[in-house]
């Protein structure tokens, strides 16, 4: 039993860490982002940045959420 606790556990802690990941990836396009929204002049061009910025908040709302999820799958298995 203990072999398959750790097993799921390894699995849960990959996983976690691969979440992470994605959302430091996020983040930092998101920050890119913001740095070329200061540089752009055009409006048109502003405006499809925004959007950009927009879909990286949802995308790291979705990541955060995942992130707790598999935070709690963990605290499972510690106990």
């Not at 983040?27 to 910025?53: A, F, P």
């Not at 995942?66 to 935070?71: A, L, V």
């Amino acid at each position: 039993m203990n072999f398959l606790k750790e097993k799921i556990q390894k699995y849960h802690e990959k996983k976690l860490k691969d979440a992470l990941k994605e959302m430091e990836f996020h983040l930092d396009r998101k920050k890119q982002l913001e740095m070329q929204l200061k540089i752009v002049s055009n409006d048109e061009s502003k405006m499809e940045i925004k959007e950009r910025i927009d879909n990286q908040n949802k995308t790291i709302a979705i990541w955060k959420k995942n992130i707790e999820t598999i935070d709690k799958q963990l605290k499972k298995f510690e106990l």
